[in-house]
């Protein structure tokens, strides 16, 4: 096998001192030359010896154990096995000891090789037969000669990005501020001084905490149901579309939005470090030519432009943004919010407009990505709801009204044993499970592959 050769070159390669970029000497004498490629020949053997353990473990739990007539038994309780798992423990150690007396540049070569030797294991195991038809990755149970096509929606803050989009616009708000009187005195650009701005985000922020917490025990008080109950939800939610009006309200009214430059706004848009794997995986799936594909981001952002800027470049100037916008005078902010998204339903029914634009096919599959309160509805109503991160509070509403959370490699396995083929009837909106992932990389692999 192709995967394999690679890997087997690459292991001699490197126990042998010929690693690209290094000037191993032919002939390997002294102590010190011993010790640098002993290290980096271990980078090369360490990620095999942990993704196998990792893999097998993972596998043997999916297994019967009464079961022994699995061809692979033998082979993955060896791997499961304490003595291996000592053994990879053991070259990590190692690996650790012989790194102490090398040089900052030996190291970053080490980094290198250990990252190869990774990247070379993982194309091992992608490119095994599947000798049944697997549901991944999902991408390829979608037909677009048959009118197949994605429909993906994702949540912006801390879904998209690592910090919420209101305290990226408080920063370039106060700096503003500093810009207009760096000495902090009154100015006629917000009407208010530096330390009353600082305060009145801080005293916003803070309100914002609370009463969001007031309403998530409100909630809790009532009878928590016996079975998935949507219309309960629904209800509940209620309490939150009254909570996030009041909230854009009082930022209006505080005035802390006035006085931006739109220009300003769409440079730190541009600068926006998001989630790892964001960009690459929304770039990857909408210049996929055997992909029809749709991506919207339906967001309570007070900043389209923030939105849109952030996903500028890579071109993904494509994406369908729907989010609240800030009104401007010449291009400076008035403080006005130009309020479009602000609750649960109506984040659901910007969500429910795309599905009917494009048509009520049974060959459309939609997925949503978000983690926050206000993503639920969209959550539940996408055949497939991803939620990023582990937030306690959908934890609780889960508990609440009867809905559950499932790691997504698990999810698959599970679904992989109910239909035997799979297809995307399998999936279906309202089932009350939602889908966990701690990252980007695990939705890629998901709908797209490695």
Known sequence: MNATVKYIDFLLATASGRIEGEKVPGKIATPFEKTKVAAYTLCAIAPCMTLFSFINKE???????????????????DYCSQNFEAYALQIEELLDTLSICLTGEELDVMEKLYQQSMRLEVDFFSSQPVLQESMVPLSRMLDPAAGGQFTIFCDFDLTCTAFDSSAILAEIAIITMQRADPDGNESQLAQMSLTDLRSTWDALSTQYTEEFEQCVESIM????????????????????????????SRVVQSGVLKGINQEDIIRAGQGLILQDGCKGFLQKITKNEKLITAVNVLSYCWS?????????SGDL????????????????????????????????????????????????LTVYIGGSVGDLLC??????????????TLRRLGEQFGFSFMPLFSGLVAKQREVVGGGIST????????????????????????
């Open 427 to 450: 999936w279906k909106k309202l089932s009350g499970i939602l889908y966990t992932v701690s990252s980007w990389d695990e939705i890629h692999s998901f709908i797209l592959g490695s």
């Open 304 to 312: 389209g432009d923030l939105i849109r800027s952030a996903f500028s």
């Open 59 to 77: 596998i043997q739990a999916l297994l019967d154990p009464n079961d022994s007539s699995h061809i692979y038994k033998k082979w993955i309780d």
């Open 317 to 364: 100037k494509a994406l369908n943004v729907q989010s609240n916008e800030l009104a401007y005078e010449e291009n400076i902010t008035t403080g006005e919010i130009i309020k479009k998204l602000e609750s649960p339903m109506e984040k659901l029914q910007a969500f429910s407009n795309i599905i009917n634009s494009r048509g009520n096919d049974c060959h459309n």
């Open 221 to 248: 008080l009532a009878e928590t149901v016996k079975s998935f109950s949507y219309e309960g939800l629904c209800e509940a939610l209620q309490l939150f579309e009254d909570f996030e009006k009041k909230v854009n």
């Open 379 to 392: 959550l539940l109503e996408a055949d497939i709801g991803i939620v990023m991160g582990s937030s306690p």
